[in-house]
């Protein structure tokens, strides 16, 4: 997961690719809930990791829940059988809605039944988040409830510590037309005190977002609760009713976070070699509403086939055709319609979407300001949003409000037609749902290589180039390469493998040529400072005696040499790069927007040195290292391939007396010129 202040999208021009779902959120948290609530264990497959369901885990702990992984990758939930180990606990639930709703039910009449209180609270978004209606019905029950805060809103005291007599005769009246978690959070809780009697919701007003409620009809189901239903206004919970585990739950994959990648096939042309996006783990046969997203995108002139348990998308008409929707049906997902009205060929409509203005931020208020920065036209209204395309395209910073949907939305602006880059502010928002939604995206989408940035660190040796470069890329969110490691790490790879290396050996043109193979095929990995190579941090092993003199050897091979030529430019991947080295900004990427040339007095690199050796145990020679760096920089200078010299466009740091925060920041200073975001420093 990208956890920088932004993200810089470059423009995109085609996708194609497997993209493999996580879980989806609405079942990860109620299937976690059922299996609590229930009698016996449950291994929960496939579940959802993120924010969202990481806060319900921990509440279920706190409550008493052993949870234990198992070897197969499943969660295995104890259940506790309707029972309260723990009776007082103050939980926490971040801005998760799928968790909040139903456990607020639950613990209330857990509490009122066994004699418990809890207090349950949030970030302040979820403290802006009505729960009245959820609250009103539970207090129609008996349960004392308590709003600590505002009236209406968490946080909230649940339970005061005495039993209650629940008042089960009546029919529980709760409103339908705010949000449908209110009406879920009742029926994945009532199960617990209908033992002797039936339990009957009434829901007033239109339900909306109904699909939602099928998922939770059909989980209980799964877990032996078959609820009676009177059209979408009447619901009973048998008497008798009882929750028991099903053994073994799969999660299916997130119908809302496929709506993205539907959307990423219906905007992008295929890439070369590919048949468009295929999407696994979720598919035509999914119990979630969201899954009708599949009709809207085919609407607006998207190609989409699909299976139970797949689905295949292509571009289809393009532009694509706008649309007038009533969204009931598909809440969160129709979002990414929004996106997909930027590249539509007149105005589109999105309808009954009240419940935008209560999610994680005021959506339909997001989604305006936000089309409204990239140049489109937008009117919004209390239940509605719509919008026509831009006629002229603008680079745009989006601010994502914390918001998951929002983030993954707007990344798909990056296929404007304009070719220009976007900026998501906040991307580790999307940890929400999809902590690996910005890889996976990287990993089907294809840009025109000079659009993928490069940032250049060429420099002396002991400058600090890796350093320096590694931290530019941690806060970019860019891929690093220390390309003073390549000789090396070839040599490595080639004593493992045992191939000689001695001057007769790679004299022989098959040992050249495999020596070049296998440095074309390196699998490496740099950030953080360290190095891997295969999967295995190697950075200690590089600094040896014996990989120094492999480097050696193998550097003057020219299969060698090309081959790493190949490679250090075919890391120039999305969403962008950070070379250091000798010869980045001359030789390897002459084309990079942002060339840094790297030095310091000789007297400095060499007192950084003897320090560093010094820390190590290492015995040096302040002498002795100034007199070898001066000689380095003389053979470097003159050397006649790619000899030390600074590009002619690169900006000179001489960091003999800044620190690397300070080096850091005139680097991402500079780079915050290059860019055509007019809100290129700020950084919500």
Same mark, same amino acid.
């Given at each position: 997961?990208?956890?920088?202040?932004?993200?810089?999208?470059?423009?995109?021009?085609?996708?194609?690719?497997?993209?493999?779902?996580?879980?989806?959120?609405?079942?990860?948290?109620?299937?976690?809930?059922?299996?609590?609530?229930?009698?016996?264990?449950?291994?929960?497959?496939?579940?959802?990791?993120?924010?969202?369901?990481?806060?319900?885990?921990?509440?279920?702990?706190?409550?008493?829940?052993?949870?234990?992984?198992?070897?197969?990758?499943?969660?295995?939930?104890?259940?506790?059988?309707?029972?309260?180990?723990?009776?007082?606990?103050?939980?926490?639930?971040?801005?998760?809605?799928?968790?909040?709703?139903?456990?607020?039910?639950?613990?209330?009449?857990?509490?009122?039944?066994?004699?418990?209180?809890?207090?349950?609270?949030?970030?302040?978004?979820?403290?802006?988040?009505?729960?009245?209606?959820?609250?009103?019905?539970?207090?129609?029950?008996?349960?004392?409830?308590?709003?600590?805060?505002?009236?209406?809103?968490?946080?909230?005291?649940?339970?005061?510590?005495?039993?209650?007599?629940?008042?089960?005769?009546?029919?529980?009246?709760?409103?339908?037309?705010?949000?449908?978690?209110?009406?879920?959070?009742?029926?994945?809780?009532?199960?617990?005190?209908?033992?002797?009697?039936?339990?009957?919701?009434?829901?007033?007003?239109?339900?909306?977002?109904?699909?939602?409620?099928?998922?939770?009809?059909?989980?209980?189901?799964?877990?032996?609760?078959?609820?009676?239903?009177?059209?979408?206004?009447?619901?009973?919970?048998?008497?008798?009713?009882?929750?028991?585990?099903?053994?073994?739950?799969?999660?299916?994959?997130?119908?809302?976070?496929?709506?993205?990648?539907?959307?990423?096939?219906?905007?992008?042309?295929?890439?070369?070699?590919?048949?468009?996006?295929?999407?696994?783990?979720?598919?035509?046969?999914?119990?979630?509403?969201?899954?009708?997203?599949?009709?809207?995108?085919?609407?607006?002139?998207?190609?989409?086939?699909?299976?139970?348990?797949?689905?295949?998308?292509?571009?289809?008409?393009?532009?694509?055709?706008?649309?007038?929707?009533?969204?009931?049906?598909?809440?969160?997902?129709?979002?990414?319609?929004?996106?997909?009205?930027?590249?539509?060929?007149?105005?589109?409509?999105?309808?009954?979407?009240?419940?935008?203005?209560?999610?994680?931020?005021?959506?339909?208020?997001?989604?305006?300001?936000?089309?409204?920065?990239?140049?489109?036209?937008?009117?919004?209204?209390?239940?509605?949003?719509?919008?026509?395309?831009?006629?002229?395209?603008?680079?745009?910073?989006?601010?994502?409000?914390?918001?998951?949907?929002?983030?993954?939305?707007?990344?798909?602006?990056?296929?404007?037609?304009?070719?220009?880059?976007?900026?998501?502010?906040?991307?580790?928002?999307?940890?929400?749902?999809?902590?690996?939604?910005?890889?996976?995206?990287?990993?089907?989408?294809?840009?025109?290589?000079?659009?993928?940035?490069?940032?250049?660190?060429?420099?002396?040796?002991?400058?600090?180039?890796?350093?320096?470069?590694?931290?530019?890329?941690?806060?970019?969110?860019?891929?690093?390469?220390?390309?003073?490691?390549?000789?090396?790490?070839?040599?490595?790879?080639?004593?493992?493998?045992?191939?000689?290396?001695?001057?007769?050996? +790679?004299?022989?043109? =098959?040992?050249?040529? &495999? *020596?070049?193979? /296998?440095? $074309?095929? #390196?699998?490496? @990995?740099?950030?953080?400072?360290?190095?891997?190579?295969?999967?295995?941090?190697?950075?200690?092993?590089?600094?040896?005696?014996?990989?120094?003199?492999?480097?050696?050897?193998?550097?003057?091979?020219?299969?060698?040499?090309?081959?790493?030529?190949?490679?250090?430019?075919?890391?120039?991947?999305?969403?962008?790069?950070?070379?250091?080295?000798?010869?980045?900004?001359?030789?390897?990427?002459?084309?990079?927007?942002?060339?840094?040339?790297?030095?310091?007095?000789?007297?400095?690199?060499?007192?950084?040195?003897?320090?560093? +050796?010094?820390?190590? =145990?290492?015995?040096? &020679? *302040?002498?002795? /290292?100034? $007199?070898? #760096?001066?000689? @380095?920089?003389?053979?470097?200078?003159?050397?006649?391939?790619?000899?030390?010299?600074?590009?002619?466009?690169?900006?000179?740091?001489?960091?003999?007396?800044?620190?690397?925060?300070?080096?850091?920041?005139?680097?991402?200073?500079?780079?915050?010129?290059?860019?055509?975001?007019?809100?290129?420093?700020?950084?919500?």
């Amino acid at each position: 997961m990208f956890s920088t202040a932004f993200l810089d999208l470059p423009p995109l021009q085609a996708a194609g690719g497997t993209v493999r779902l996580p879980g989806s959120k609405s079942i990860s948290n109620r299937v976690l809930l059922l299996a609590a609530l229930s009698a016996g264990h449950t291994d929960v497959v496939d579940l959802l990791d993120s924010d969202d369901t990481q806060v319900m885990l921990q509440a279920l702990r706190q409550l008493g829940c052993r949870i234990e992984p198992q070897a197969d990758g499943a969660l295995r939930v104890h259940g506790l059988g309707g029972e309260l180990p723990v009776r007082e606990a103050a939980l926490f639930m971040g801005n998760a809605g799928t968790a909040m709703r139903p456990l607020t039910a639950a613990l209330a009449l857990l509490a009122a039944r066994h004699g418990g209180r809890f207090e349950l609270s949030g970030v302040p978004r979820m403290h802006e988040r009505p729960i009245g209606d959820l609250v009103d019905a539970l207090r129609q029950l008996g349960c004392p409830v308590d709003c600590l805060g505002q009236p209406g809103y968490p946080p909230l005291r649940l339970g005061n510590g005495a039993v209650q007599a629940l008042k089960l005769d009546e029919a529980i009246r709760v409103r339908g037309d705010v949000s449908s978690q209110f009406l879920t959070a009742l029926l994945l809780a009532l199960p617990l005190v209908a033992q002797t009697q039936a339990i009957t919701i009434e829901v007033v007003g239109e339900l909306i977002s109904r699909p939602y409620i099928e998922i939770t009809l059909n989980l209980l189901e799964r877990f032996g609760v078959r609820v009676q239903r009177d059209g979408w206004q009447r619901f009973t919970i048998p008497a008798g009713s009882r929750y028991v585990s099903p053994g073994r739950m799969p999660v299916e994959g997130d119908a809302s976070s496929a709506s993205y990648f539907i959307a990423l096939g219906a905007i992008a042309p295929a890439a070369p070699g590919t048949d468009g996006i295929t999407i696994e783990g979720v598919g035509l046969a999914s119990i979630q509403g969201d899954i009708r997203f599949v009709e809207a995108a085919r609407a607006m002139g998207a190609d989409v086939q699909g299976e139970a348990n797949a689905l295949r998308i292509r571009r289809g008409a393009w532009p694509l055709k706008a649309i007038d929707l009533d969204c009931n049906h598909i809440p969160d997902a129709a979002m990414t319609l929004a996106v997909m009205a930027l590249f539509a060929d007149g105005t589109t409509t999105l309808r009954n979407i009240a419940s935008w203005r209560v999610k994680e931020t005021d959506r339909i208020a997001a989604m305006a300001i936000e089309c409204r920065k990239l140049g489109a036209t937008v009117e919004e209204g209390a239940d509605f949003i719509r919008i026509t395309p831009p006629t002229g395209w603008q680079a745009a910073s989006i601010h994502t409000y914390d918001d998951h949907r929002v983030a993954m939305c707007f990344s798909l602006a990056a296929f404007n037609p304009a070719g220009l880059p976007v900026r998501i502010l906040d991307p580790r928002c999307v940890g929400k749902t999809f902590p690996d939604y910005f890889e996976s995206l990287f990993g089907v989408c294809v840009a025109d290589p000079q659009h993928i940035p490069v940032i250049c660190v060429d420099g002396p040796t002991a400058s600090g180039k890796g350093t320096l470069s590694s931290e530019l890329a941690a806060r970019l969110g860019y891929h690093w390469l220390d390309s003073g490691a390549l000789y090396r790490l070839v040599g490595l790879a080639a004593t493992r493998l045992g191939l000689a290396l001695d001057e007769a050996a +790679l004299q022989q043109p =098959g040992q050249a040529q &495999r *020596l070049g193979e /296998l440095a $074309a095929g #390196l699998n490496l @990995r740099f950030a953080d400072h360290r190095i891997w190579l295969d999967g295995q941090d190697v950075s200690e092993d590089l600094r040896t005696e014996a990989a120094g003199m492999a480097a050696s050897r193998v550097s003057v091979v020219p299969q060698v040499r090309q081959a790493l030529l190949e490679l250090q430019r075919g890391m120039r991947r999305l969403p962008g790069l950070v070379a250091d080295g000798r010869d980045m900004g001359t030789v390897i990427f002459p084309d990079a927007p942002l060339k840094v040339y790297l030095t310091a007095s000789a007297e400095q690199r060499a007192e950084r040195r003897h320090k560093q +050796l010094i820390s190590k =145990g290492i015995p040096a &020679r *302040l002498d002795d /290292l100034l $007199a070898d #760096l001066k000689a @380095r920089d003389e053979r470097d200078s003159n050397r006649s391939h790619a000899p030390l010299k600074p590009a002619e466009d690169a900006l000179m740091l001489d960091n003999s007396s800044l620190d690397i925060e300070s080096s850091v920041q005139q680097v991402l200073n500079w780079w915050q010129g290059k860019v055509p975001f007019a809100e290129g420093r700020e950084q919500h």
